[in-house]
C-alpha cells in the first residue's frame, strides 16, 4: 500500500516532467556535408558516353542507358517515341518478349524501357554475377529490336483503347487541358506524350522502325553505370556490348528548342465538364523556370514550405483545417526548355470555390510576407536532409546521374546544391515567389460536375471562363 501510494504522489510530478520533456523539439545536429562518390567517364570511339561509379557494398549492378530524343522527335507522329520505347523489348534479338523475359527472370535481373519529353531511358538492374548475360539481353534490345508486326498492332489497340478511357479520368482530363493552356499551339509540351487516336492509329511495324533508326543514335548515348564492379573489367564489358553500335538510318535531326511558354495577360480559367464527379480536380499554374537558374535552391525551399511536403502551407489548409481534400501540392516540372509550375489537388465537388479561394490565399501569401523563422529553418533542413535519400541506391545514383546530364550537370551538383540551401533566407524566399509565382496570370483549370461548379467558379471573377470540349483535349 505504501509503495502505491508513494507512486500515486509521484505521477503529477512523472507527468509534468514528461511533459517538459515533449514541449519543443529536441535539436538537431547541423546536417554533416555531403560527399557523393566518384564518377569515372570516358567515352567509346562510335560516341556513346559511358559514366563508372564503384559502390561494393551489395553484389548488384545498375546500368542506364539515356538518349537524346525522347517525345520532342514525335513530329508528325505523336506519341511514337513513348511507343516506340515501349516497343523495344517486346521481341529482340532472337527472342520474343515472352522468352525475353524469361531469361531476365532466370538472370534474377529486371529491365526497363521508357521515354519521356526529353530522352529515351533502358534500365538493367542485376547482380554482378549476372551481368554480363543479362548485357547481353540488353544490347539486344537497344540495337536488335525486332518491332513484330502482331505485337505493334496489339500494343496499339492497347493504347487506342487507352486513350479512350483517358477521356473519362478526371486527373488525366485535367493535365491535358492544363498542357494545351500553357503551352502554345505546337510546342512539344503541349502535346499528350502517349498520342492521340488519328495518329495512333497508323502506328505499323515499318513506321516504328523508322522512327527507331533516326533516333536511337550511339552519339546520343550515355551509360550510366553503378554497382559492384571494378572499372576497367566494366568498361571492357560495355566496350564489347555497345562498342559496335552503328546507327541503321538517318539521323532524325534534334529538333531547335521551343520557345519558352509566355504567362497570359491575365487569368484564365478552363472548365471541364465531368456530370456527376464527386470531386473536382484543380490545376494552377503557368510557365516554369529552367534547372540551371541560379535560383534553384530558393525556389526549392520556396516550393517545399508552399505545396512540396506533407506539412505544406496547401496540404496542412486544405487536408487538415479545412477537410476539402486528401492531399494538395505543388512544384516545378524541369524539363530541356522550362516546363510548368502548377498547384494541384482533388477537392468534393461543394467546397470547388472555396479550395480555388484557399489554394490562390496560399500563393500569394508566401509573396506577401516573409516566412518565419521556424518554418523557413524547417523546410531548409526538408530539402537538404532529403538529397542523400536520393543517392540509397545503385538505381537512385545512376538515376541521378542520368536526370542531371539532360541539363549539363553532374553528381558535384548536389553538395552545391546542399551549400546553397543552407544560405537560403526569408528574403530570398519572398523574393523567388514574387518573380516565380504569378496568380494574376495564371491558368486555371477544373475538371468536375458543371451544373454544381461553374456559376459558384464564375462567382469568384478570377478570370474569363472557358467551357472546353473534352473530345478536343483527349482525342
Known amino acids: 500500500m505504501r509503495s502505491s501510494a508513494v507512486l500515486l504522489l509521484l505521477a503529477p510530478a512523472a507527468l509534468a516532467a514528461q511533459a517538459n520533456v515533449h514541449a519543443s523539439a529536441p535539436a538537431l545536429p547541423a546536417p554533416a556535408r555531403l560527399s557523393v562518390p566518384a564518377v569515372r567517364a570516358s567515352a567509346m570511339p562510335n560516341g556513346v558516353q559511358v559514366r563508372i561509379v564503384e559502390q561494393h557494398e551489395l553484389p ?13 522527335l514525335d513530329g508528325q507522329a505523336p506519341g511514337i517515341a513513348t511507343f516506340m520505347a515501349g516497343m523495344l523489348d517486346e521481341g529482340a534479338g532472337t527472342r520474343d518478349a515472352l522468352g525475353l523475359q524469361s531469361e531476365l527472370a532466370y538472370l534474377g535481373a529486371s529491365l526497363s524501357t521508357t521515354a519521356d519529353w526529353d530522352r529515351f531511358t533502358v534500365s538493367l538492374k542485376v547482380p554482378v554475377r549476372s551481368l554480363p548475360a543479362a548485357l547481353a539481353l540488353m544490347g539486344d534490345v537497344v ?3 525486332t518491332f513484330p508486326a502482331e505485337d505493334v498492332r496489339r500494343q496499339r489497340d ?3 483503347a487507352a486513350l479512350l478511357q483517358a477521356r473519362d479520368q478526371p486527373n488525366a482530363l485535367a493535365s491535358l487541358a492544363f498542357n494545351q ?4 499551339a505546337g510546342h512539344p509540351y503541349a502535346l499528350n506524350p502517349t498520342g492521340d487516336s488519328a495518329s495512333v492509329a497508323r502506328y505499323d511495324s515499318a513506321t516504328v522502325r523508322r522512327f527507331y533508326e533516326g533516333a536511337m543514335r550511339p552519339d546520343r548515348a550515355s551509360l550510366f553505370i553503378v554497382g559492384d564492379v571494378k572499372e576497367d573489367d566494366v568498361r571492357t564489358l560495355m566496350t564489347r556490348t555497345f562498342g559496335a553500335w552503328r546507327p541503321t538510318g538517318a539521323a532524325m535531326p534534334l529538333p531547335a528548342a521551343p520557345p519558352v511558354a509566355q504567362h497570359p495577360a491575365t487569368t484564365r480559367v478552363w472548365l471541364v465538364d465531368k456530370p456527376q464527379a464527386a470531386q473536382s480536380v484543380i490545376l494552377i499554374g503557368w510557365p516554369g523556370v529552367e534547372r540551371t537558374s541560379p535560383d534553384y535552391a530558393a525556389l526549392a525551399v520556396m516550393n517545399t514550405l508552399l505545396g512540396g511536403s506533407f506539412t505544406s502551407r496547401l496540404n496542412m489548409n486544405l487536408r487538415e483545417t ?3 481534400s486528401y492531399g494538395a501540392s505543388s512544384g516545378f516540372s524541369y524539363r530541356v526548355v522550362p516546363g510548368p509550375f502548377s498547384a494541384s489537388s482533388s477537392v468534393r465537388t461543394n467546397v470547388t470555390d472555396s479550395s480555388l479561394v484557399e489554394i490562390f490565399k496560399e500563393i500569394r501569401g508566401v509573396r506577401d510576407a516573409a516566412v518565419p523563422a521556424d518554418e523557413l529553418e524547417r523546410a531548409k533542413a526538408y ?3 532529403g538529397i542523400p535519400g536520393t543517392l540509397e541506391s545503385t538505381s537512385q545514383v545512376a538515376g541521378q546521374m542520368a536526370q542531371l546530364a539532360t541539363f549539363g550537370l553532374t553528381l558535384d551538383e548536389l553538395p552545391r546544391l546542399a551549400a546553397a540551401v543552407r544560405t537560403v533566407t526569408a528574403a530570398d524566399v519572398q523574393r523567388v515567389a514574387r518573380q516565380y509565382l504569378t ?12 451544373a454544381k461548379v461553374k456559376e459558384s467558379i464564375e462567382k469568384l471573377g478570377l478570370g474569363t471562363a472557358t467551357v472546353l470540349d473534352v473530345s478536343k483535349i483527349a482525342r
Open 60 to 72: 548488384l549492378v545498375q546500368v542506364t542507358l539515356a538518349i537524346t530524343g525522347g517525345s520532342r
Open 143 to 145: 540495337m536488335r529490336p
Open 158 to 160: 492497347l493504347r487506342l
Open 181 to 184: 493552356s500553357v503551352f502554345p
Open 322 to 324: 479545412k477537410g476539402y
Open 383 to 385: 530539402v537538404e536532409l
Open 439 to 450: 496568380p494574376d496570370r495564371a491558368h486555371v483549370v477544373v475538371v468536375g460536375d458543371l
